[in-house]
């Protein structure tokens, strides 16, 4: 048995003030860290992850939650009065039976789990309600964050909310509605000349000078991480309390993947679900594809690479999860595929029109990745299959722009309509 490492906490903790949560353990060596601002295991540098003692759960008690991310707070190390402090309450959002796009790709039982209609459109509201609590918890004076996008929006927006004072990092190239969608929130956006590599090495940097500061990717990161659980939980409610038996995920750090794999695990130990056999597939864009090179050639050497693809809110070139990825996915007979920016735009564009749905590029990469598992033959298409919408496409409009307009201009006139030949 591992001892607790002694690690001075930044503040008193108030008792039950991180719910069911237990300890922070490192997933290399087992190693037990106090509940803190710690993300590093002091023995072997490994990463560290939350550990509970869960108490009995039922389904009707969660049922009877609120319709968001709070009615699974039994299993997220948050307090149990989460509810009453100001939060953007994320979370349930809606799961789509997606037979027009099934048919496109030959899939007999697909699912779209939409998260664009989160409240800053973007899956990123869960991890960051999380990640919020923690800091809140530590008395941070800072909320913060690394970001290629969508997390900033999140951060910027729920440092509003919380009215804790809220700062911002991104690359100076990131795409103009997500820095819009920032700066709208928070006058503290900073903008870094370089990739999101390089301002998640500014941002570790800061944490480690500045007190007070709570990075949400980096010093809070174990809480943070635990908020990407919730969209497993939901996929298994929303089904009927089952797990699906295939699920397509992007991968940027890899963190969600993992955590939906994790979710998935704990739901089976707590007797929610049926023990089942399921497959996990990762998804990435050519340009930034280092786990699926990785998959690809058999071996868990994860070589860091320097982005260059349009699906910008996944383009991390060295991701921190990557090796854990490749674990869940060969775990579970799944796989990590990736596709070009042509295919990224394509795939945005058959969402749009079979299912209503307009996904910003991390939504198209996971679209355009299940439609080659199915060309390829590495994802069963007689089986219940549920892909992940992570965001919106109104924030990435220019991935489109020039492959969709108006199929005609005509005079005000029926006989200029008829002459369009538009039915």
């Not at 913060?144 to 929006?153: R, V």
């Not at 860091?304 to 910008?312: E, M």
Request: net charge negative; hydrophobic share 40%.
């Amino acid at each position: 048995m591992s001892v607790v490492a002694e690690t001075a906490p930044s503040k008193t903790f108030r008792a039950g003030a991180f719910g069911n949560a237990r300890v922070l353990v490192c997933r290399e060596c087992s190693h037990e860290v106090d509940l803190g601002p710690h993300y590093a295991c002091p023995e072997c540098f490994g990463p560290l992850e939350v550990a509970y003692n869960f108490p009995h759960v039922t389904r009707e008690e969660i049922a009877a939650g609120p319709a968001n991310i709070w009615r699974y707070k039994a299993l997220l190390p948050v307090p149990s009065d989460i509810e009453q402090s100001p939060n953007m309450e994320p979370g349930f959002t809606r799961l789509l039976k997606a037979d027009n796009l099934g048919r496109e790709l030959g899939i007999d039982n697909l699912w779209v789990k939409d998260d664009s209609t989160n409240p800053t459109n973007s899956f990123k509201d869960r991890v960051v309600a999380c990640a919020l609590s923690a800091a809140r918890e530590l008395g941070a004076k800072v909320f913060a964050c690394p970001s290629t996008g969508n997390l900033a929006n999140a951060v910027a927006a729920a440092g509003a909310r919380a009215g804790i004072k809220t700062v911002v990092f991104i690359p100076s190239n990131l795409e103009q509605p997500k820095q819009v969608n920032s700066a709208v929130f928070t006058d503290r956006l900073v903008a870094v000349n370089g990739n999101y590599d390089d301002v998640n090495k500014l941002a570790s940097e800061i944490a480690g000078e500045e007190e007070g500061w709570a990075f949400v990717n980096v010093n809070v990161r174990p809480f943070y991480a635990e908020g990407s659980k919730t969209l497993g939980y939901e996929i298994a409610e929303q089904l009927g309390w089952r797990l699906p038996d295939q699920i397509v995920i992007p991968v940027a750090s890899g963190s969600q993947l993992t955590k939906v794999d994790k979710s998935f695990q704990e739901l089976i130990k707590l007797g929610l679900v049926e023990d089942k056999p399921y497959r996990v597939y990762g998804a990435q864009a050519t340009g930034c594809s280092p786990v699926s090179v990785a998959y690809k050639a058999a071996t868990d050497a994860i070589r860091p690479v320097k982005p260059d693809t349009i699906a910008k809110s996944l383009a991390i070139g060295n991701p921190a999860d990557g090796i854990y990825v490749l674990d869940v996915c060969r775990r579970t007979g799944g796989a990590v595929e990736d596709i070009s920016d042509d295919e990224v735009r394509a795939a945005i564009v058959l969402l749009a029109r079979t299912e209503g749905i307009f996904t910003e590029t991390a939504g198209g990469t996971t679209v355009g990745v299940l439609k080659k598992l199915v060309e390829t033959g590495q994802l069963d298409t007689t089986l219940e299959t549920v892909v992940i919408n992570t965001g919106h496409g109104l924030k990435t409009l220019d991935a489109v722009s020039d492959r969709v307009s108006a199929a005609a201009t005509i005079e005000p006139t029926y006989s200029a309509f008829t002459a369009a030949n538009l039915v």
